[in-house]
């Protein structure tokens, strides 16, 4: 039988990430381009970054109880934060997520 539930991360220390877009507008785009540069910038290699259009897969905003796009969920590590927004302010982005440390 598979196991369900959220992936083990103990063993992980990359941050994880997701963000959810709709579709390929210039918000969700500049949200792209912006989180990705700040990854690069400021994580080191050290993340994991999943990319998903709820466009292409509504059922996914109802089940993350997503209201706003784009959103940004870090799931590790723990605490879980949720940002929105275009992500371009990268002080703003560090805060939000609690990962100041790593900046």
Do not use: T, W
Not at 20 to 46: F, P, T, W
Request: aromatic letters at 6%; proline letters at 6%; charged letters at 20%.
């Amino acid at each position: 039988m598979e196991k369900k539930g959220p992936p083990d991360l103990s063993s992980n220390n990359n941050v994880m990430l997701k963000l959810y877009v709709c579709g390929m507008s210039g918000r969700s785009m500049e949200a792209i381009d912006n989180i990705k540069k700040y990854c690069a910038q400021h994580l080191d290699g050290d993340y994991n970054l999943e990319i998903i259009d709820i466009y292409k897969n509504p059922e996914i905003a109802s089940e993350q109880q997503l209201i706003f796009s784009p959103s940004l969920i870090k799931l590790y590590p723990l605490p879980q934060k949720i940002l929105v927004g275009n992500f371009s302010d990268s002080a703003k982005v560090s805060r939000g997520l609690g990962i100041a440390n790593k900046v």
